[in-house]
């Protein structure tokens, strides 16, 4: 598929794009220094995100970085043909930061399918599958291995170097469904949940927590095992936090695609699809949605204020979802300009995480 309505790359510029590269790695670099984690993401021949490698990210703040954690969520490994190379790929950066990775695999969205050339049935299936290869590669230790499985043949692995973490870095998925969060608790992983808000979030998290339970666990999830991400934007006055928040629902406004690259046949599931029908929403926006900042501040999707008020917005979103132990703070997207990201970095590393402390939330700068 080859459409017009996408924005073509003659728009993009180098001399631009540049400058944003090193702006984007300078402000992680702050938030190393702030006590921040780092989470990275990526996407595809899209203009909201330019990030279109998250490995290389990663590998570079590897080496810039001391303190924080990197997570990567994530690698589309459905969209990728192998699984061995992202194990490398993975392993070398964990032994580049000593031990500091957090790795995270998603499904891909679904614009990005063409993009990739690939095919939007079965995703669910080829990444699980991928992620059996993945971790089969990082345990073994005895020499060469065969693999073969529906999707993908491997005669021969027996990857160089190890993780560093042993017997591998963390695991993160993502998912907003609850079909998707189930099996995520089934398997142990960390469950990465994005602008889902209030009821949308609690919903996602009890199903996580029946995989869990259902894979025979015993006791309550930890809560290091859930993280939600909003935009936040942290400021000295309510009128600073708002008009920095605003500039950060450029994303919301903007990541807008025709219906045939949001839902792509066999993407979505055959009830998400009647849902789709009956409702007029594909995912969890209607046809023609234009954000509003109140009503995203009452949604759970946007924390914004002073650290005082943001303290308060996300210990009541907490409270309602039944606790969570990462927040992937979405902290700097549009016309934030770079001093602005910096003073809520500040802010937040400062006089917001200190409060958050007693929720045991972790924190994560996202970008």
């Not at 501040?297 to 303290?311: A, K, L, R, S, W």
């Not at 009541?316 to 979802?321: A, L, M, P, S, T």
Request: aromatic share 10%; glycine share 8%; with cysteine.
């Amino acid at each position: 598929v080859c459409s017009s309505d996408l924005l073509a790359n003659k728009y993009f510029d180098p001399a631009i794009g540049a400058d944003l590269y090193n702006r984007y790695l300078d402000e992680h670099c702050l938030a190393d220094e702030l006590g921040l984690d780092i989470m990275l993401n990526e996407h595809h021949q899209t203009p909201t995100c330019i990030n279109a490698c998250a490995p290389l990210t990663a590998a570079v703040l590897a080496r810039q970085t001391r303190r924080a954690r990197i997570c990567i969520l994530g690698n589309p490994i459905s969209n990728r043909n192998d699984p061995v190379r992202i194990a490398e790929e993975m392993a070398m950066i964990d032994c580049i930061s000593r031990g500091r990775l957090e790795c995270g695999f998603v499904r891909s969205v679904p614009y990005e399918i063409p993009a990739a050339n690939s095919n939007p049935t079965r995703m669910n299936e080829r990444m699980y599958e991928a992620l059996d290869l993945i971790k089969a590669a990082w345990t073994h230790h005895d020499g060469p291995f065969t693999f073969e499985g529906r999707f993908h043949h491997h005669r021969c692995v027996n990857i160089w170097p190890r993780p560093y973490q042993q017997p591998h870095p963390p695991i993160w998925i993502s998912s907003t469904s609850p079909d998707g969060a189930a099996r995520v608790g089934e398997g142990g992983y960390t469950l990465g949940c994005f602008h889902t808000g209030f009821d949308g979030t609690r919903a996602v998290f009890n199903y996580y927590r029946e995989g869990w339970a259902k894979a025979g666990r015993k006791g309550p999830v930890p809560l290091d095992r859930l993280g939600y991400s909003a935009l936040m934007y942290v400021g000295d006055t309510e009128e600073e936090g708002r008009a920095g928040a605003q500039k950060l629902l450029w994303y919301l406004s903007h990541n807008k695609l025709p219906v045939y690259f949001k839902n792509p046949p066999g993407y979505n599931s055959i009830d998400a699809n009647v849902k789709a029908m009956r409702t007029g929403k594909v995912g969890t926006r209607e046809a023609g949605f234009v954000p509003n900042l109140d009503h995203e501040i009452e949604n759970g999707t946007v924390f914004c204020g002073t650290p005082d008020t943001v303290y308060k917005q996300i210990k009541k979103f907490y409270d309602h979802v039944g606790g969570f132990g990462h927040l992937l703070s979405m902290g700097q997207a549009g016309f934030l300009e770079h001093d602005e990201t910096v003073k809520s970095l500040k802010l937040q590393a400062k006089e917001l995480y200190p409060m958050l402390r007693e929720l045991k939330v972790t924190r994560e700068a996202a970008e």
